[in-house]
């Protein structure tokens, strides 16, 4: 087996990796990085990020009004120190990435122009038109091109870490294109391998989100926080799951159903205004929104497509030239999948699988529990997201949170010894036998792809937007007889060079591990929060109870075991979530009181 | 309410296993397919429930990943941009991008493009250089507008697989590293044009460019590499330009 010895090894070099990596480089240039990726970088999902990212810009607007929207926005499941931390460094990271050549779309005088999302006070959101994301992973992507001490591993595939003496220390990695395995031994470890959305069958998620990062980290301890909180972006292309970003909305966008009518108003979103106004109707938080969908479709007046019921996202009166010059991708989107244009018609959307807003432990500073492993962006869980991402504070998170994360492994690497390569080699070979026993096993055993199948629909049945506890229970059920399952599927497929039949099949297992830590943290946590709702005879919010972060355990053989942690409240005490005319309210009282 | 897929669709697709075969040879699939199934979704399905050997990158299925980039019907397309009903009746042939090794079945070789985007300095190299905290640089949107379609380069290669002068010779820089290097240098921002000059001089450089401009027709992006290739072209001849002068004048 080829052996690496690097100083610090990165696993995902999505937006958070490749952040990481430049801040490791810059911190530490006589360090070595690995930089090891399933795909080429520039794959990675963080391409497919559309409308922007947050960061305070605005005279108007303020730290403490970013830090008030995402700490309500979560549903006070925040760790609010860490928020604090967030909201301060997200304005000096977007810049950076303008000074790296991120072509931030500008105002007619040449300044930052920042346009309005869902759950936000005031416009902050940074945006590249509807393409941040793709020219963030991009910028990043080409700017990591400058360091040498940055060494990419592209399409290579890990299938296990190496954790030896109670520290992270390396990973085992398969080559797509040679089918030979190498262990990578490091320092310090940087999980950044994205969120673990496929485990559902409609999402936005490119096929790699497979929560490959999540499931090795679990399986070698380490806690999974708050999985139950899956975001359903409201809309999305009917039947594949692709995303229609929020930003159609800030730019005015209206969502109607089946008669027309601006249907938000009727959730508590309201009233309905002729301009986009921050925090009312379309603008409401993704929660939110999501919910409202599922009460129109019991109400049937949602329309049908080839693909299930779909309400109408209205560009029409934004006109043809605002649309292609701030929504270019998805008036594009629109045309080419749906025929539908964009300009003269509403296009059906309906509720996908976006976001995990949970994930990895970490600490404030992206240090998991696990000495010399770290994790940042959607696979990790460093507490800013709640129990309900606002949109444009993931790509502002994975710029934040990837640069400490690449100072913090840095500095552990500087401070930390060399392991025992001959145990962690040992470990490495043991990790090559378990993949090749997947490969080599013979006999005419279950296809992977009808267990994921199948699994999908578990996860849609029992963990959707909303959910009740013997439905969470049945999926429970149906995951551990899939696990089961798993263990004797067999490949079509038994070749080395670029089999992926084989690593869709690892994918699997990591994907089985994840969702049963969704479906069990789901189930335990008996209240409605966020993007978690019960319809069970939990249907409010508890906080005596449940102000508390979930922490799924990893059991072998047996279902993970759930716990739960305090959260961290600094300044905001848990209040009432409101929106539209009541949120203006409950502000006026609260302002009276102070 | 699922429309039911009804109809089908023969897909030839080229496949090669190198630890089996001795060449490529095609193999026929016929594809159930409803209206807005891709060529992606048409090769998934194929894996999924008849062959999982069946090998080609994908990931995103909204033509921004640049994953899955192959020949369609001896055309350079995006399989999950390309919908089975715009070619039906069929037959549809499927093939990996031209110009590229083959690894497996629709699989190529991707180190050398990737080492053709780092070959042009393909990073930002401030004309005045300054702290993040002095926030950021002014640039108006006409500034914005005079690269930002060179910025929109996805990298799937396409524009390789249409280009005959790369199809000749793999060492021409070719246009999408063209229009990445000219990304840069239009940036208002930007100061380092000359560090990227060398990368377009020379037989293997913007020169290469017999000016056919399959690579524009192709782009799904409409990035227009053909454009680039002729603002470095005239870049470079005002540079060779210069440089005359300088000689002479040094005389």
Redesign the interface.
């Known amino acids: 087996m080829e052996h690496i010895e690097a100083d610090i090894l990165i696993l995902g070099a999505g937006g958070a990796g490749l952040r990481a990596a430049i801040a490791a480089a810059e911190a530490a240039p006589g360090l070595s990085i690995a930089l090891v990726s399933k795909v080429y970088p520039m794959r990675s999902h963080t391409v497919a990020a559309e409308g922007g990212s947050a960061g305070v810009l605005k005279d108007t607007d303020s730290l403490q009004a970013h830090f008030d929207d995402t700490v309500s926005g979560g549903d006070w499941l925040c760790e609010q120190d860490v928020v604090e931390f967030f909201v301060e460094h997200c304005t000096p990271e977007m810049i950076q990435l303008e000074h790296w050549g991120c072509p931030w779309s500008r105002k007619p005088d040449g300044d930052i122009a920042v346009r309005r999302f869902g759950g936000m006070k005031i416009a902050r959101t940074w945006f590249a038109a509807d393409r941040t994301g793709f020219h963030i992973l991009h910028t990043l992507f080409q700017t990591a091109m400058k360091y040498p001490s940055i060494k990419r591993l592209d399409e290579f595939f890990c299938t296990d870490l190496l954790v030896d003496d109670g520290r992270a220390q390396g990973a085992v990695l398969l080559s797509l294109s040679t089918g030979e395995f190498t262990a990578v031994t490091a320092r310090a470890v940087i999980i950044a391998t994205g969120g673990a959305g496929r485990v559902y069958p409609q999402n936005t998620n490119g096929g790699i989100v497979t929560g490959d990062g999540m499931a090795l980290a679990f399986r070698h301890g380490v806690p999974l926080r708050d999985l139950e909180f899956m975001q359903y972006h409201p809309t999305c292309m009917p039947g594949s799951g692709v995303l229609f970003t929020e930003g159609a909305r800030g730019e005015g966008g209206f969502l109607r159903n089946k008669d027309g009518y601006r249907y938000l108003q009727d959730y508590g979103l309201g009233p309905a205004l002729p301009e986009p106004r921050n925090k009312f109707m379309e603008l409401g938080p993704r929660d939110r929104l999501s919910q409202a969908f599922w009460h129109e479709e019991r109400k049937g007046r949602t329309v049908e497509t080839p693909h299930g019921a779909a309400v109408l996202l209205d560009l029409t009166h934004l006109g043809r030239d605002k649309i292609i010059e701030r929504l270019p991708q998805i008036y594009d989107l629109a045309k080419d999948y749906m025929g539908v244009d964009a300009a003269e018609q509403p296009i059906p959307v309906r509720p996908a699988v976006h976001y995990t807003m949970g994930g990895i432990l970490v600490d404030g500073r992206t240090a998991a529990p696990l000495p010399g492993l770290y994790a940042a962006g959607e696979c990790s869980s460093v507490g800013i997201h709640g129990a309900n991402r606002l949109g444009s504070n993931s790509l502002a998170e994975l710029s934040v949170f990837g640069r400490v994360a690449g100072e913090q492994a840095a500095a552990f690497a500087q401070g930390s010894s060399n392991g025992d390569t001959g145990r962690l080699l040992d470990q490495a070979r043991a990790a090559e036998s378990r993949a090749l026993a997947l490969l080599n096993r013979q006999g005419k055993g279950e296809r992977h792809t009808a267990l994921r199948d199948e699994m999908t629909a578990a996860m849609e049945r029992g963990c959707g937007i909303y959910r009740l506890g013997d439905e969470t229970q049945q999926t429970c059920d149906t995951l551990a007889d899939l696990k089961k399952r798993y263990a004797d599927v067999t490949l079509d497929d038994h070749n080395r060079v670029w089999n992926t039949d084989w690593t869709t099949a690892i994918e699997l297992g990591f994907q089985l591990d994840v969702a049963e830590a969704i479906a069990y943290s789901a189930l335990d946590r008996k209240e409605s929060r966020g993007a978690h709702q019960r319809l069970d005879g939990y249907e409010n919010r508890d906080d005596e109870r449940y102000l508390a972060h979930s922490l799924a355990h990893y059991r072998d053989g047996a279902a993970p075991e759930i716990t739960y942690a305090p959260v961290t409240i600094t300044k905001s005490t848990p209040g009432q979530r409101a929106y539209g005319e009541a949120g203006v309210k409950l502000e006026e009282a609260k302002h009276k009181h102070d | 309410?699922?429309?039911r897929a009804d109809k089908t669709i023969e897909l030839r697709v080229l496949r090669y296993?190198?630890?089996?075969d001795e060449k490529p040879h095609h193999q026929s699939f016929t594809v159930p397919y409803?209206?807005?199934m891709s060529v992606l979704q048409g090769l998934q399905w194929i894996?999924?429930?008849v062959?999982?050997?069946l090998?080609?990158?994908?990931?995103?299925?909204?033509?921004?990943?640049?994953?899955c980039g192959m020949m369609i019907n001896a055309e350079p397309k995006l399989a999950c941009?390309t919908?089975l009903r715009d070619l039906a009746p069929g037959p549809v042939t499927v093939e990996p991008l031209n110009h590229f090794p083959i690894?497996?079945?629709l699989?190529v070789?991707?180190?050398d493009f990737?080492k053709k985007?780092?070959s042009v300095t393909?990073?930002?190299i401030?004309k005045h250089p300054?702290p993040?905290?002095e926030?950021?640089?002014?640039?108006?949107?006409a500034?914005?507008a005079a690269?930002?379609n060179f910025?929109?380069?996805?990298?799937c290669m396409l524009c390789y697989a249409a280009c005959p002068q790369y199809g000749e010779n793999p060492k021409f820089i070719g246009p999408a590293a063209m229009a990445?290097l000219q990304r840069?240098d239009g940036?208002s921002?930007?100061g380092g044009s000359a560090l990227r000059i060398d990368a377009v001089h020379g037989e293997d450089g913007v020169w290469g460019c017999t000016a056919v401009g399959a690579c524009s027709d192709v782009c799904p992006k409409a990035v227009d590499p053909m454009h680039a290739v002729n603002q470095n072209k005239m870049n470079t001849a005002l540079d060779y330009f210069l440089r005359f002068l300088k000689k002479r004048d040094a005389k």
């Open positions: 309410m699922t429309e296993n190198p630890e089996a409803t209206s807005d894996k999924d429930t062959d999982g050997s090998t080609y990158r994908w990931s995103c299925r909204m033509a921004i990943c640049g994953s941009h919908l690894e497996r079945d699989v070789t991707v180190d990737v985007i780092e393909p990073w930002l401030p300054k993040v905290s926030g950021p640089y002014n640039q108006t949107p500034q914005l690269y930002e910025s929109a380069c996805i990298n990445i840069y940036d921002r930007d």
